[in-house]
């Protein structure tokens, strides 16, 4: 299981933390994903990390700005948002991918960022 949590409302220009704590399978094992979606979008791909290695990909739309990191101790994995546009305004999802397919999905938390 995934829960994310951390999403609320910020002015343009602030920071959020979104975490996502996991359970029910070996953290070690799996990279965990960020996703976004934007009402009337797709669903974006925001960053990605390796649990096991530490590797991260980060989306363009958001180099420079967002940070993903692990707790390997808890299991969890966070995802720093400083420099927040309102472009950012979406449900985040969090999700653990095992090899190419991600086979388990969090609830999604709302980030609204106000101009």
């Known amino acids: 299981q995934l829960q994310a949590s951390g999403g609320g409302l910020v002015q343009a220009g602030g920071s959020l933390r979104l975490s996502c704590a996991t359970s029910g399978f070996t953290f070690d094992d799996y990279a965990i994903g960020w996703f976004r979606q934007a009402p009337g979008k797709a669903r974006e791909g925001v960053s990605c990390i390796s649990a096991s290695n530490g590797r991260t990909y980060y989306a363009d739309s958001v180099k420079g700005r967002f940070t993903i990191s692990s707790d390997n101790a808890k299991n969890t994995v966070y995802l720093q948002m400083n420099s927040l546009k309102p472009e950012d305004t979406a449900i985040y999802y969090c999700?653990?991918?095992?090899?190419?397919?991600?086979?388990?999905w969090g609830q999604g938390t709302q980030v609204t960022v106000s101009s």
């Open positions: 999700a653990a991918r095992l090899g190419t397919r991600y086979n388990y």
